[in-house]
């Protein structure tokens, strides 16, 4: 069972325009969520997290919102650059061990 | 550079052979996780050690893979009588206990080829 789902394989934007990726989690007991970025023949780096007692996290040009009753989460780049293509992929944790992770969102900006 | 290491980074094997990776974390982290990706997928948990005590493994490993970790240090994931279905990106990530799932950190991984 995929307890946390990506929907979207990939996204397209303009330079400069926001990004939203979105995350679907079903599990209830996930207490951290968590987003990674992946560039090819590279690991996954961490990015932004949110602990499930807040609704938004902010780092510079990145806001991690979490809707619990929707089990909803999203991850929004604003304003997008062309570095920023990669491949995303979103991540929860239940007592802060084992991740586990989305099957990832594709993201292109164009310049 | 200081962060997590694997060796080898391609490993190309014959069905039916065994092969061996190794993971050697940040220094002072105690904890290290193996995680498996294949392609299109994201990573899945594999298996996580405290020091050199495995305190979690999934159901995903089967009885042909192990782990080890025998000094707490650097740790090895062996896949016995490899199976096509094995291929896959095997990633090693490290973290510190009691600083929460961000800092897991990891490795650039081994990319598995079984023909």
């Known amino acids: 069972d995929q307890q946390v789902k990506q929907n979207s394989p990939s996204l397209s934007v303009q330079e400069g325009r926001i990004s939203i990726l979105n995350c679907d989690y079903t599990n209830s007991m996930f207490d951290y969520f968590l987003w990674y970025k992946k560039y090819p023949a590279e690991g996954p780096t961490f990015l932004i997290s949110?602990?499930?007692?807040?609704d938004k996290n902010e780092d510079g040009r990145f806001t991690v919102f979490l809707n619990k009753s929707a089990k909803h989460l999203s991850l929004h780049i604003v304003p997008s650059q062309p570095g920023d293509s990669a491949v995303y992929f979103c991540?929860?944790?239940?007592?802060?061990?084992?991740?586990?992770f989305g099957a990832g969102t594709i993201l292109r900006v164009k310049s | 550079d200081t962060g997590v290491s694997q060796d080898p980074r391609h490993k190309i094997t014959k069905r039916g052979q065994n092969v061996t990776f190794r993971c050697d974390p940040i220094?002072?982290?105690?904890?290290l996780y193996w995680y498996r990706q294949t392609l299109g997928q994201g990573p899945e948990f594999l298996t996580y050690f405290q020091n050199e005590a495995q305190l979690e493994k999934s159901r995903l490993l089967s009885d042909r893979f192990s782990a080890e970790r025998p000094k707490g240090s650097f740790s090895t994931l062996e896949i016995q009588r490899t199976e096509q279905g094995d291929s896959a990106m095997y990633l090693c990530a490290s973290s510190l206990e009691g600083t929460g799932p961000d800092t897991q950190y990891f490795g650039p991984g081994t990319r598995l080829t079984v023909l």
């Open positions: 991540a929860a944790s239940a007592g802060g061990n084992k991740l586990v």
């Open positions: 949110i602990s499930s007692i807040k």
């Open positions: 220094s002072e982290h105690n904890r």
